[in-house]
């Protein structure tokens, strides 16, 4: 939920931040709380960006490097189960005093510390001071599950860093959030009865509603190949039932000069699986370049996924051999007189 403060009101330096950390401890007191955090923005949604000078590293001129940044509470880490790989999360020292502080994520230590452990490293971010590096944290996707995410440092609220703005967040085992949001409304309304709480929601819901028009395209579009895939198998039977029913006439002659049913089975199948793997073959080289063009809408998976095509290839396979089986066994039941009078 969001903790809207007003801008006339807790005015004064650090007043604003000991509001929320008053009513950060009354909410954790809450029963049916795990966890509780504040936060400028959550996981998976745009925060505010900056620039930063990793210590040891020599930025050239004009070079910027860009990070996602977010200022976070203490037990942020553990609400939102963002795994800790190296070092710690801010202490509540650290946090309510906005001390120089900051965690990264595992992608910035990679890039600026390949060989080494980035605990214990400093940056500099918005100001000259150096802030110190004394944790690193697994990478969380964001601007959507299709765009590749910037790296990220996250930094305690502090009396200074405090927002008017923030996203308040519960961590609880209970199956009834929303009696959960009540209780949670009332203890925040304990600290300040004045301060509105807006938006009461599952992180669950507001990864949905980020995600529902790439949800809607993706949904499409797989209806739509559902249909392509039903046409193209109507198409595959179809064609290959009609070009051995035509060919009733053959087959008498074949079986009068001695062929039996099991040649002219075989010679038609092979023939008409010829046929099919060449289609198969054309298919997915033609696929394999298309759908790249579905990138924005994949989401662990790639464009090129195996499975999805050796079950699409092994499927139009399969109807491609029934195809040929069924009009193939019923030339072969014709008489072969009847066969030869065949027009």
Same mark, same amino acid.
């Given at each position: 939920?969001?903790?809207?403060?007003?801008?006339?009101?807790?005015?004064?330096?650090?007043?604003?931040?000991?509001?929320?950390?008053?009513?950060?401890?009354?909410?954790?007191?809450?029963?049916?709380? #795990?966890?509780?955090?504040?936060?400028?923005?959550?996981?998976?949604?745009?925060?505010?960006?900056?620039?930063?000078?990793?210590?040891?590293?020599? @930025?050239?001129?004009? #070079?910027?490097?860009?990070? +996602?940044?977010?200022?976070?509470?203490?037990?942020?880490?553990?609400?939102?189960?963002?795994?800790?790989?190296?070092?710690?999360?801010?202490?509540?020292?650290?946090?309510?005093?906005?001390?120089?502080?900051?965690?990264?994520?595992?992608?910035?230590?990679?890039?600026?510390?390949?060989?080494?452990?980035?605990?214990?490293?400093?940056?500099?971010?918005?100001?000259? +001071?150096?802030?110190?590096?004394?944790?690193?944290?697994?990478?969380?996707? &964001?601007?959507?599950?299709?765009?590749?995410?910037?790296?990220?440092? *996250?930094? !305690?609220?502090?009396?200074?860093?405090?927002?008017?703005?923030?996203?308040?967040?519960?961590?609880?085992?209970?199956? +009834? !959030?929303?009696?959960?949001?009540?209780?949670?409304?009332?203890?925040?309304? #304990?600290?300040?009865?004045?301060?509105?709480?807006?938006?009461?929601? $599952?992180?669950?819901? &507001?990864?949905?509603?980020?995600?529902?028009?790439?949800?809607?395209?993706?949904?499409?579009?797989?209806?739509?190949?559902?249909?392509?895939?039903?046409?193209?198998?109507?198409?595959? *039977?179809?064609?290959?039932?009609?070009?051995?029913?035509?060919?009733?006439? #053959?087959?008498?002659?074949?079986?009068?000069?001695?062929?039996?049913?099991?040649?002219?089975?075989?010679?038609?199948?092979?023939?008409?699986?010829?046929?099919?793997?060449?289609?198969?073959? &054309?298919?997915?080289?033609?696929?394999?370049?298309?759908?790249?063009?579905?990138?924005?809408?994949?989401?662990? @998976?790639?464009?090129? +996924?195996?499975? $999805?095509?050796?079950?699409?290839?092994?499927?139009?396979? &399969?109807?491609?051999?029934?195809?040929?089986?069924?009009?193939?066994?019923?030339?072969?039941?014709?008489?072969?007189?009847?066969?030869?009078?065949?027009?």
């Amino acid at each position: 939920m969001e903790l809207k403060v007003s801008r006339g009101r807790y005015q004064k330096r650090g007043e604003l931040g000991r509001l929320l950390h008053q009513v950060l401890d009354k909410v954790k007191g809450v029963p049916g709380v #795990e966890s509780a955090s504040l936060s400028t923005t959550l996981p998976g949604l745009r925060d505010w960006q900056n620039d930063i000078q990793p210590e040891g590293y020599e @930025v050239r001129p004009g #070079e910027l490097i860009n990070v +996602d940044w977010s200022i976070v509470s203490a037990d942020y880490f553990q609400t939102m189960n963002v795994p800790i790989l190296q070092g710690r999360t801010f202490s509540k020292d650290e946090d309510e005093q906005g001390k120089k502080v900051a965690l990264v994520d595992e992608t910035l230590a990679r890039r600026f510390w390949p060989n080494e452990n980035a605990a214990g490293k400093r940056i500099k971010y918005n100001g000259p +001071d150096w802030h110190e590096i004394i944790g690193v944290v697994k990478q969380v996707g &964001i601007y959507g599950s299709e765009a590749k995410p910037l790296i990220k440092i *996250y930094t !305690p609220m502090g009396p200074a860093a405090a927002q008017r703005n923030s996203r308040l967040s519960i961590r609880s085992s209970t199956t +009834d !959030p929303e009696s959960l949001a009540t209780a949670v409304a009332r203890a925040v309304h #304990e600290v300040d009865k004045d301060l509105p709480v807006l938006e009461a929601t $599952t992180l669950e819901q &507001i990864l949905a509603r980020e995600s529902s028009t790439r949800r809607f395209n993706a949904m499409l579009f797989t209806i739509f190949a559902a249909l392509a895939l039903v046409l193209a198998a109507t198409g595959v *039977y179809g064609v290959l039932s009609y070009s051995v029913s035509q060919r009733t006439h #053959e087959v008498g002659i074949r079986m009068a000069l001695g062929a039996g049913r099991g040649d002219v089975l075989r010679l038609f199948m092979g023939q008409g699986m010829r046929l099919v793997f060449v289609g198969l073959v &054309i298919g997915l080289g033609g696929a394999f370049v298309l759908t790249r063009l579905l990138s924005t809408l994949l989401f662990g @998976v790639s464009t090129t +996924d195996t499975a $999805t095509f050796v079950v699409v290839a092994v499927g139009l396979a &399969i109807v491609g051999l029934v195809a040929c089986y069924l009009p193939a066994k019923r030339a072969t039941r014709v008489d072969p007189l009847v066969a030869l009078r065949y027009e």
